[in-house]
């Protein structure tokens, strides 16, 4: 047999409860837990035996820890939603950001220095959810896009619509000068590619290899030793 306690603070409408129905605290207000340099564990349960949300003081770490069942779905989880109620292209479904808030730069140093951006690439409908991720990064100002992934699993770095499964606007390099790796490309047809082989530090080409097209073509120079 319970009662309702309440405790009220110094603003209008905030206060402290002991629900004696729901058997539950009601917190209307600002909830610290420890102070600046001596904090304390807090942890969040949930509905399935292992899972649970926990700030770890000692390790200044927040761990989101699945289920102890032995499942696919036992992973930790973290939701990131929006209560939009009409999704269009263009809108922000969900966002981490990255940054400096206390540098004593200031300016450029304590704006957003990257961020991983859903957004929507169509408008959304019973069957349509074409969602594209957006990588930011900042070398000066806010972070602003430097690769995206789209719908189709298409990877654009330097270009925001890429027209095939890797498509980079700009200078692409393998290695570095002295040490590099292989690169070969293939063909439609089986046991045709072209290969530059670092070891050789030459081409090897199987298949047929063209130089220019016709009534426009180009000299070829084949040198000996």
């Known amino acids: 047999t319970g009662h309702d306690v309440k405790i009220f603070g110094h603003t209008a409408s905030r206060y402290w409860s002991w629900d004696e129905d729901a058997d539950g605290v009601v917190q209307r207000g600002t909830l610290t837990v420890g102070v600046d340099d001596t904090g304390h564990d807090v942890k969040f349960f949930g509905a399935s ?3 649970k949300f926990l700030y770890d003081q000692s390790a200044d770490t927040l761990e989101i820890r699945g289920p ?3 499942a696919t779905t ?12 009409d999704i269009n292209d263009g809108d922000v479904i969900g ?11 200031g300016t450029d ?3 957003v220095a990257a961020s991983i951006v859903a957004e929507a690439d169509n408008t959304f409908s019973s069957s349509v959810n074409a969602t594209e991720l957006v990588f ?9 896009e430097k690769m995206r992934l789209d719908q189709d699993g298409k ?17 692409v390099q393998v290695g570095v000068d002295d040490t590099g790796y292989d690169v070969k490309f293939f063909g439609d047809t089986a046991s045709r590619y072209w290969l530059w082989d670092e070891s050789a530090d030459g081409v090897v080409q199987r298949g047929t290899l063209t130089v220019g097209v016709d009534d426009t073509g180009h ?4 040198f000996g030793a």
């Open 74 to 85: 036992s992973s930790g989880k973290l939701l990131l939603s929006t209560a939009l109620t």
């Open 49 to 51: 035996a292992g899972a």
């Open 95 to 105: 966002r981490i950001d990255w940054k400096t808030p206390l540098e004593a730069g």
């Open 68 to 70: 102890s069942a032995d």
């Open 155 to 171: 990877l654009g770095i330097g270009v925001a619509t890429p027209a095939s499964l890797l498509h980079v606007a700009g200078t």
């Open 109 to 111: 140093a304590i704006l």
């Open 136 to 144: 930011a990064t900042a070398k000066t100002l806010a972070a602003d």
């Open 219 to 222: 000299d070829v120079k084949f």
